[in-house]
């Protein structure tokens, strides 16, 4: 079976980035490519970036019961496709989602198996200033999702590991531990 790993924080704490350096280390890594509601940014791509849904559509998915898990964030609905999930878990090598804490937790409760990883800012000034410099939201988004990410942070317990984002490289060395020990336990003797 092939392992997932989940991971979650808050907005901005450099999940995408820690996830991108994560996939060159251990290029088996699938990427489970979410769906969403939202605006595509300059420079992101259907079916590579998300899959980019019209609310209508999006709707119609949850009716048919194709999500694994979905949550509404900031205004917008992002979700897991099982059929992505399936596909990408099919090869027998270790998928990941880039997911919030809503979806983790629907993911714990359908995949208890999964490990959850939590993504720690140093800082929330700090958070604030990555979202800030990433340049995507204007400041009344910034302001929505710093205010989502003080109820995320209270959750942090609940997570199997928690890695704090400070230093970049000393971050990604973390999390490639996490995944071959775990890839390792599960594999077959
Ligand atoms: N360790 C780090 N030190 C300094 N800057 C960082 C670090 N990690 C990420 N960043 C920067 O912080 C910003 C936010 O990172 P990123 O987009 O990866 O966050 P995210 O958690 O994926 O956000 P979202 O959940 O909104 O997709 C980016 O500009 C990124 O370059
Ligand atoms: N529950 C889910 N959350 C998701 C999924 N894909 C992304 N996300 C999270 O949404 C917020 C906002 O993302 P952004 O791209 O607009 O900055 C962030 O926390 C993502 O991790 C998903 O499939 N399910």
Known sequence: MAKVFVITGPSGVGKGTLIRELRDRVPELELSVSATTRAPRPGEADGVDYH???PELFAARVGEGAFVEHAEYSGRRYGTLRAELDRRTSGGHPVVLEIEVQGARQVRSAMPEAVQIFI???STDTLRQRLVGR???DDEQVAARL???VSELAAQDEFDYKVTNADLETAVAELVGIVRRESAASAPR
């Open 52 to 54: 980019f849904l019209t």
């Open 135 to 137: 340049g995507t939201d």
């Open 147 to 149: 205010e989502v990410a």
């Open 120 to 122: 720690v800012p140093p």
